[in-house]
């Protein structure tokens, strides 16, 4: 079936270090994708989105970058701090799951002060 | 704005015994999402309402699970007998947007079920 799925389960990085999260998706439909956040005992929190007209979008101190040729997503975080420690996991919609989001696995991250 | 509300946030209950778990979505949020997560995974959709009408269940095990959305507003999730492998986190989330494409969700904090 049609999935999301990241590359590394764990990325580990000291403070103030830059964060790159990978995430692959197999469903070429899939034109909307999002970033969630969970940190231990919360529910996943939003950090970003991106359409499939674009390929790259910016917010606070993260970027998300879209490569649609080789299905691929990144999360980028600057200056990673103590409090961005969490899982992450990556969700796309579309095509024929329109309205609905499919979650990769997660990657931990930890940063170390 | 109050965030997505969910009770309990633990749960511990015997094999076969019933539980059911509640979710009050953000307020104007019309759409309504029920998601199982075992460790380390990703959550997986398990029902989305839009207002009251179940729109896809279809990965919903509807032996024994079941959930309903009276008015269109809280939702409650029933799993009746409990098994062993039901142990999870069951996440509910909302969503200003119907059907749209681009639909940002918002999750609650989950209710831990722990299965004996």
């Known amino acids: ?113 | 704005e109050a965030g997505v509300v969910q009770s309990p946030r633990y749960k511990i209950i015997e094999k076969k015994q019933p539980v059911a778990f509640w979710c009050n979505p953000i307020s104007g949020h019309n759409t309504l999402y029920w998601y199982l997560q075992n460790l380390g995974q990703g959550p997986e959709l398990l029902i989305r309402y839009e207002n009251e009408e179940a729109v896809d269940d279809s990965q919903l095990p509807k032996d024994r699970f079941s959930a309903e959305r009276l008015k269109g507003v809280d939702s409650t999730l029933k799993i009746q007998p409990a098994e062993l492998g039901d142990s999870a986190v069951y996440l509910c989330a909302s969503s200003p947007r119907g059907l749209a494409a681009y639909n940002e969700q918002f999750f609650g904090p989950g209710t831990r079920l722990t299965v004996l």
């Open chain 1, 1 to 113: 079936g049609e999935s999301v799925g990241l590359h590394l389960p764990t990325l580990s990085v000291q403070e103030g270090d830059n964060s790159i999260i990978n995430c692959a998706y197999s469903n070429s439909a899939s034109d909307y994708f999002i970033w969630y956040k969970q940190e231990s005992g919360k529910g996943p929190q939003f950090i970003i989105d991106i359409r499939s007209n674009m390929d790259k979008r910016q917010g606070q101190r993260v970027t998300v970058l879209l490569n649609k040729t080789v299905k691929h997503l990144s999360l980028q975080i600057a200056a990673t701090q103590p409090g961005d420690s969490a899982v992450y996991f990556c969700a796309e919609s579309g095509g024929t799951s329109y309205g609905k989001l499919t979650f990769g696995q997660g990657t931990i991250l930890t940063v170390h002060p």
